[in-house]
């Protein structure tokens, strides 16, 4: 079964630099998204992205974060400037369709220091 | 966007049936539930969606009255495997931008 994959797996950084997280999608999904999860909270939203462009972003996606996919396959959430709050779970997903359930990644775990 | 609410919690027994209610009062007309399930320290994992009525699958059954504003997750026989967060999740036909999950259920099996 196909599935989405994301690396690293765990990313630990100072604060104040840049991360950039990747996402390989399932290949003929439509809709890709972020989420995050701190330790012990709920899953977050934050940006959903559909023909190449932001589809819906939360107030958590401020002028920090950006997203692209800078080519058919890969699917990536890059962090300027790291802050210690950044600390989480981040999760990518894609969506075939309409009414198509998630498919999730296991996610990068992204410490903070 | 249609907003859920679950119970925080559950507990249960190795062997028991857990029914899971999720309500939805302002559900779009042509939104799916959808419902997953998260273990810690991984993407949550789908388990089951459905429109109305009942749908089974080979791990779980959705039960959606007429009114579609509520849903309820049925897992059969429970194991401590599925010691888990349960979500629901409703609004993909009316914005699949946004799709926000709630704050789950934690269930709990027991020995």
């Known amino acids: 079964e196909p599935e989405v994959t994301q690396t690293?797996?765990?990313?630990?950084?100072?604060m104040g630099q840049e991360v950039i997280l990747r996402c390989v999608p399932i290949s003929n999904h439509l809709y890709f998204y972020w989420y995050r999860q701190i330790l012990g909270q709920k899953v977050e939203f934050l940006v959903s992205?559909?023909?190449?462009?932001?589809s819906e972003k939360s107030e958590i996606f401020d002028d920090q974060f950006s997203v692209e996919r800078p080519d058919g396959s890969n699917f990536t959430l890059k962090i300027r400037s790291t802050k210690l709050e950044d600390s989480a779970m981040y999760f990518c997903a894609s969506m075939g369709g309409?009414?198509?359930?998630?498919?999730?990644?296991?996610g990068t775990r992204l410490t903070v220091t | 966007l249609a907003k859920t609410t679950q119970p925080i919690s559950m507990d249960s027994y190795e062997g028991q049936?857990?029914?899971?209610?999720?309500?939805?009062?302002?559900?779009?007309?042509?939104?799916?539930?959808?419902?997953?399930?998260q273990f810690p320290s991984q993407g949550p994992r789908f388990i089951i969606q459905g429109y109305k009525t009942k749908v089974t699958n080979e791990v779980a059954s959705l039960f959606i009255p007429a009114d579609r504003k509520s849903s309820t997750l049925s897992l059969p026989r429970v194991s401590l495997?599925?010691?888990?967060v349960y979500y629901c999740l409703v609004g993909h036909s009316s914005n699949t931008g946004k799709l926000i999950f709630g704050q789950g259920t934690t269930l709990q099996v027991k020995p």
């Open chain 1, 8 to 14: 690293p797996s765990h990313q630990v950084t100072q």
């Open chain 1, 49 to 54: 992205f559909y023909n190449n462009e932001i």
């Open chain 1, 98 to 106: 309409v009414n198509s359930p998630l498919h999730f990644g296991n």
């Open chain 2, 17 to 37: 049936e857990v029914n899971i209610t999720c309500s939805h009062n302002n559900i779009a007309t042509n939104d799916y539930i959808t419902w997953y399930q």
């Open chain 2, 81 to 84: 495997s599925d010691t888990a």
